[in-house]
């Protein structure tokens, strides 16, 4: 799983993409992560059972040990905790509450929603913010697979999802609106779970987070860079597609290059604001060896009301 939350590796450039790039590229013993791979139906026959695994994973690192809070979280965006009074975040596959976390002890201004596939996640999170923080009343949790539903319509209305004025005050005539609806949401940070998705089923789901967000609302990206170490690790036969394996838990993980991100963001109507790839190198001293990370940083803004 990912790596590298300290504080400082945020956003980084240790190394030029281009030089692993170099490396992969030249290296026969790499060149099965380069291809194809032929297969017919590709990723598909792993599709329908993404959530699954999620839950068995979760239900296996139940202990609290595998918690580790995102630290460079609030460096990389600030806008988590600068923002006014009434801010609204969906964490869409919140896992077992890394990013919440942060956010929640950063800012008393924002109300957090979070969901994940697994309901065991939510359970994790929800133990972990009460072991930090105790009870807080601006978070709320929610099982949902964002890749296959619809988010709730109480996060964001058939009303606010076309763009009209809401409202949802009562003081509106109009019966159709869903008065539970809040409105949409200032933010949504998509933070490596998208790489979990099948890569046939992103377009959609990056809708799904297009659809909940406010007009001028931001989604915050953070996800696998395409060579970075954790890909080069994965051996031939757990490549199911183009940059897409599995885990031996049957847990997924595509690697993304930045013209892919730019295409699925853009091809959804969002405005690139930030793109670029963050490269940490670490060193293994026991073995002597260089370690070349690569995440990809996005953020991507939902165009205003003409
Ligand atoms: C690597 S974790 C990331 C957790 C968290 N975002 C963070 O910052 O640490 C990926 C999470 O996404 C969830 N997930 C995977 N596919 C999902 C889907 N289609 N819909 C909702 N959650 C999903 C998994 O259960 C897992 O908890």
Redesign the pocket.
Known sequence: ??KGGEAGEYHSKDFEWEFVKNLVENDPSLSHHLQEPHLVDSSSSFSSS??KP?QD??SRHSSGKFFKE?RYLLKEFPELVLCGENTKLL??????G??VLPVLRGSKNITVYA????SE?LVRTKENINRAIATVDNFHSFT?????SAFPNWLACHHCRHNKHCHHSGESDDTSLNEHCIGGVDFV?L???LS??PKERMPR?IKECFAVLKPGGLLLFRDYGLYDMTMLRFEPEKCIGFREYVRSDGTLSYFFCLDTVKRLFTDAGFIEVELENCCVKAVNRRKNKNMYRIWVHGKFQKPFLK
């Open positions: 799983m990912e993404v959530s999620w994973f979760h995102r964490e869409v596959g919140c896992g077992n890394s990013t969901c994940d596939c697994s996640a949902c697979d964002f890749s296959t940070t933070l490596f779970t979990a998705v789901a």
